[in-house]
């Protein structure tokens, strides 16, 4: 069986962020609390592979990396109202 994606999860930091990013992941999943230890946020970032021979279209994780702003968006009124605005704007980028 093929695989469709690959994924990581980290304590998001924008050095971290930038980093994955070139490599094409894209978040997917914020944690809405920080981690008391390292006053991180758990992020998920995933990449779509390309395989193309069972059906699955290209583009097709862009659904969830949608949804992951709008909640963002939502949340930097709320829950990640002190996250820094360099590390929020990596993460909408």
């Known amino acids: 069986e093929r695989l469709h994606w690959i994924g990581t999860s980290f304590g998001v930091n924008s050095e971290l962020i930038r980093f994955w990013s070139k490599s094409k992941f894209k978040p997917v ?7 008391e230890v390292t006053g991180e946020y758990s992020c998920i970032l995933i990449r779509e592979l390309e395989n193309g021979a069972d059906g699955m279209q290209p583009g097709w994780a862009d659904a969830f990396v949608d949804d ?4 963002l968006f939502t949340f ?6 002190n996250m820094d ?5 990596a993460l909408l980028d």
């Open 76 to 81: 930097l009124a709320g829950a990640h109202r």
């Open 85 to 89: 605005p360099g590390l929020a704007l």
């Open 29 to 35: 999943y914020i944690r809405q609390t920080a981690s």
């Open 68 to 71: 992951f702003r709008v909640r």
